[in-house]
Structures are given as C-alpha cells and as structure tokens.
DNA sequence: CGCGTCCTTGAACCGCGTCAAGCCAGGTGG
DNA sequence: CCACCTGGCTTGACGCGGTTCAAGGACGCG
C-alpha cells in the first residue's frame, strides 16, 4: 500500500500530523507518505537498521525491545495508535531499539527530507512533537526509579497495570485487549519467566486477576493499584496515558 | 542577579538558544531572562514543584533526582554546561523530578511565556530541542535495558563512566572532576553504600580505579569498559556524550 | 497419535541488601 | 592544642528474594 490513506481524510484525531499541520502541508506530507501493514510477529525495524524517517501508528500493537547480552530482551516501551515510533533523529543514524507488531500494525511512514520540511514550516507541530518527547522522557525518568526499587511482584503488578494503560481492557469480561507469552511478560515486567508464573498465580489465588487460557482478566485493578502505590506513584493515573491529549 | 547575562554576548558554543536562534530573538530572550546562581547543596527545584518557565545550565554540576518510598533518592541523571532542567512542559504543570547542584551552579532561566513565543518563531530552535529530548529519551530506553540487566559490579564501572562522561577527569591524576558522597554514587548505580564499597575496594584492588580521600582517579578505563562492553554497548562510546554536537 | 513448544511447579544456589560494629576525619569546645 | 564527638566511611556476617536448573504437564499441530 503506498499513498492509499489520505492524511485530509483521516478521521484519526490523536494524530500529531493531522493535529498540528496545516491543511496545504496535510496535503503534501498525505500525498508522499507511505502507508504499511506489517502483520502479527513482523518486525518493523531492528536494532541498528537505518534510520529513513518517522513511523507513526496508525492503528496496531508494538514493543520497542532492546537485547542485551545472550539475546536476552528487555521491552522498554508499548506502542499503539498515534505513537511515533523509534525517535527519528538526524545525528543518530541507526536506531538503538527495534519495533515489533504484537498484532496486526498500521504505520504512516513519512521520509526524513520530508518530516523535516514540515517541521521547519509547521511551528506547532515541531513543539507538539518536542512536547511529547520531553514527556516521555519524564516518564521514563520516574519509570527508571521505581523499576529499580520495586521488588519483583510489584514490577508485575506495575506491569499489568501499564498494558491497560495502553493497550485497554474489554469491558466485558475485564480482559486485557493484548495477548503475550509468558516470555514477552517477563521480558516488560524485568524478571525470568518462572517468578513472573509465581506472581500470577499468586494474584490469582489473591483474586486481583484470573487467568484464562492465554488472556488475563483485571478483576481487581485497585487491589494492584495499592500494591505499588507506595513507590510514590499518585502520578500514575496519567503517567502512562498518551501525553498529548 | 539579573539579566547581567547577555546571550549575544555569551562565548558558550554549545548553548541551544545561541546557535538555533537569530540574532533579534537572541537579543530578546537575552533582555528577557533571568541568571541564577545556586551553591553546592542548593536545589534548583523540587519534585512537584510548579514549572515557570525552562532552566539552561550556564555552567557547574547538577544531579537530576527522583524520590520514592521512605525518602530513598534515585539520581535518574546528571546535568552540565549546556543542557536543559527538567524538561519544561505545558501539560504537566509539575515537576516530576528534582535538580540538586553538586557545585556552584549558574542557570539561565526563560520564563514559559517568553520561551513558546521564542519556539514559535524560531523553527530551528524547536527542531533543536525536539531532537535533544528524542535522543536523551533513546539512551534512556538502552540505559532501561541495561540497568535491568546488569549485575551490581557492572553497575558501579557503568557509573563511573557515566560520571566520566558527563563531567570529564583531570588529564593530570585521572581524578574525577565531581566529588559525591558514597550515598550519591550508590544512588546513580542503584544500589546501596556497602555494595557499592565493596565494588570500589575490589575495583582498587584489580587496578582499575585510585581512591584519593573522596577523589576517584580512573587508573585503568579501558578495564571498565571492558567489564560492561558484552552488554550491547558498543554505542557507549558516544552514548552519553551531550547530543547536539 | 506422536511430537514439539510453551506453560507450570518444585528445589537449590547465590548475589546483594540489611544489620551491626569498628574506623577515620573533621569540627567544636574546653 | 588536645580531647571529645559526630557523621560518614569501611568491613564483616547473615538472611532473603529471585534467578537458575530440572522435570512434569498442557496444549496445538502435523
């Protein structure tokens, strides 16, 4: 697919580009964007590939990974709709982290030569974009702080309460709306796979989630509030919520 | 002290107000801003604390620290000549973090009002400051990675180059051109006095480092950078060199 | 039905944080 | 000028949490 989703035409009000252009560069940037489907498992960038300008999602799940020694992964962060992905820069040329779809994945890609022409005649959207960095960093900062003091059944619980943060829960039955391996848990919450099983079943028997088959269902998400109140979170009912809203 | 300070005078290379600036808006943050000095042991600010406008180190050593339970300090980084303070935001009204000066600081300060009008009219400015926050939010998923993975000894060589890196050594005695108490430095490499001790001794021991009374000469960096190296770090080179050089 | 992969649980080891006690240095007051 | 005191530094011993190792179970797919 290749120019087939109009920028003009979106109905995708999160969106940085959509938000904070003007309608001749919306125009512009919409009729020389790239528009890719990426499907369950495909990476959409690695570690050390070539930076040829920004992604944004359009609709999809993603984790940025980065692999430390023995291939061992850790998931720095989620991405889903409206997330720009892989911090495009022009001094860095290779990414440091890689993307992955978790789930059918929507991108908008647009090229460097391009992106920085719109940054340059579209104030708005350079201090938007700037905005949601300088957020994202702080996030990250705190994130750096309590993911060093938590032991591991907090990070779990931390870890649970960060999916529905971005990902959400079916109304429903109180599902998450994503779907990962034990491994991939272990890989966000910063532990093995084995304490990360320890920690569930011991919520389970706690009744603060139920574990069907491969979904987990938040039964009781201020019984896991609590859990990690005390690491000084009061801030964490918007801390992982999309900072440009 | 107030407005003594003159951008269009100031000799500072790397300051981002300086190079990404015109000389009118150059002139008019100059007129406009304030120039504080702080001492040794002075905050800057403190976390939740409200947020007026946007902090540049002029010069001298600040600890960026995050605070969890029972008062137990993080220092999630470290800041000199040239960066920015607690990454201004307009959504979030608060600080999440605190700036601590380690030694006699000077900052200039530009009041939030004066600053969006300065990244309003100044697109190179705002690509600028976009870009920092983009590349210190990619070292901070890397460092996520690694500090999760890392053992305590690993740590402690990661902490010395950071320091290192950020305030640079005396090419006379390899000294480190910052002194931190032993709670400081375990702070930064997220663990406690003891462990962090122990490392110190054992890293004398091996010939790698000289304890000088509360200096830290780096006798041997290539050995702490060997220790750490099969991290993923070959990027640690210029990882946490300032990034708009 | 058989195989492989992931999930799950148990057991053992060990790194590191906690506690406690001694040490050293710098500051203060007699 | 020296004795005392206080706070940070240093080292040792202990115990717990979590990772690692190993084995059995469940599920899906050919």
Redesign the pocket.
């Known amino acids: 697919m290749n120019g087939t989703f109009s920028c003009t035409e979106c109905t995708l009000k999160q969106c940085i580009v959509k938000r904070f252009c003007n309608a001749k560069w919306q125009a512009l940037l919409s009729e020389n964007k790239n528009h890719f489907v990426y499907q369950k498992g495909d990476y959409i960038f690695r570690e050390q590939d070539r930076i040829f300008g920004l992604y944004m999602v359009y609709s999809g799940k993603v984790k940025i990974v980065s692999t430390g020694e023995n291939h061992k992964e850790k998931i720095v962060s989620l991405a889903t709709t409206a997330y720009p992905l892989g911090h495009w820069g022009t001094s860095v040329q290779t990414y440091l982290v890689g993307a992955f779809a978790l789930d059918e994945t929507h991108v908008c890609f647009f090229d460097s030569d391009m992106i920085y022409e719109a940054f340059m005649n579209n104030p708005k959207l350079t201090f938007a974009m700037m905005m949601f960095y300088s957020q994202e960093l702080q996030k990250m900062e705190v994130r750096e702080r309590y993911l060093s003091q938590m ?3 907090e ?1 779990v619980a931390e870890m649970l309460l960060y999916l529905k943060e971005i990902f959400g829960t079916n109304p429903e039955d109180q599902c998450l709306n994503v779907i990962l ?3 991939e848990m272990a890989d966000l919450a ?6 990360l ?2 920690e ?2 011991d919520f389970e028997n706690k009744q603060l989630i139920e ?1 069907k ?2 979904q987990i269902a938040l039964t009781n998400i201020e019984g896991l509030t609590e859990m990690i109140a005390h690491h000084n979170l009061d801030i964490y009912s918007n801390l992982w919520k999309y900072p440009l809203n």
């Open positions: 032991n591991a059944c990070k391996s034990r491994q910063g532990g093995c796979p084995e304490q099983m320890r569930l079943t574990k088959g491969k």
